[in-house]
């Protein structure tokens, strides 16, 4: 009798974990996202850089720029974890991030921007800042799950794992809902098509924005919750 009345308080606490998982299983989805889903549409960017140095070696570009920031990130994230709070390295990190992907879509809501002086240039900025600052969020939504354990470990992740399904999703919705529209394959013979907007990549970037703006919801809600405030 005494074992049962023991054990009912704590089948009451179990269920109250769940929200706090959702909630690192979608911030451990954004501290990977943005990498995925800079890379995964990739007719947009043939589409943007024609006829440009890039056109053909984006992706190792994006790459070094990703990978560079993202390594001198790590020393500092190591740093800041000593010296500043969850709240400080997550928070900032991932607006910084949203408002990225959203000047990404307004820059493909800009078809004749200057390709050189402001297409390029504002791109490998934002694909720079996205290394840099995803690696701070990966960091410290590492350290909250092992703080927390109890499954926060495999939330995050079951998350990150996510964050590579989801841009690849998005590609196919986005273009679906723009009825096929979209550039970056149409020309077969080397020729560059005329810059036009291209309604599934705005649909895409706007996606990815909300996404980080889901995980900031998510955060919050984490702070409030029993076995965050309780760690």
Do not use: H
């Amino acid at each position: 009798m005494a074992d049962d009345l023991a054990a009912a308080p704590a089948a009451k606490r179990a269920p109250s974990n769940a929200v706090p998982l959702a909630c690192v299983f979608v911030i451990g989805c954004a501290s990977l996202f943005a990498w995925n889903a800079t890379i995964t549409i990739s007719s947009y960017w043939r589409a943007r850089l024609c006829g440009s140095p890039l056109e053909d070696y984006y992706e190792s570009t994006f790459s070094l720029c990703y990978q560079g920031t993202a390594l001198l990130a790590n020393g500092m994230a190591l740093r800041a974890a000593s010296r500043t709070s969850v709240r400080a390295r997550v928070v900032p990190t991932t607006k910084a991030l949203a408002g990225i992907f959203a000047a990404f879509a307004l820059l493909a809501l800009w078809p004749a921007a200057p390709r050189d002086y402001v297409f390029v240039p504002a791109t490998l900025l934002g694909v720079l800042c996205c290394g840099w600052f995803s690696q701070f969020l990966c960091a410290a939504i590492y350290g909250v799950s092992a703080t927390l354990r109890g499954g926060f470990n495999a939330a995050n992740m079951a998350g990150q794992g996510t964050s590579g399904v989801i841009p690849c999703l998005a590609v196919v919705l986005s273009t679906a809902l723009a009825g096929g529209g979209g550039g970056g394959d149409d020309d077969d013979d080397g020729s560059c098509a005329a810059p036009a907007v291209d309604p599934s990549a705005v649909g895409y970037f706007a996606a990815a924005t909300a996404l980080f703006l889901a995980s900031l919801v998510a955060f919050r809600a984490l702070e409030r919750s029993a076995p965050f405030v309780d760690s």
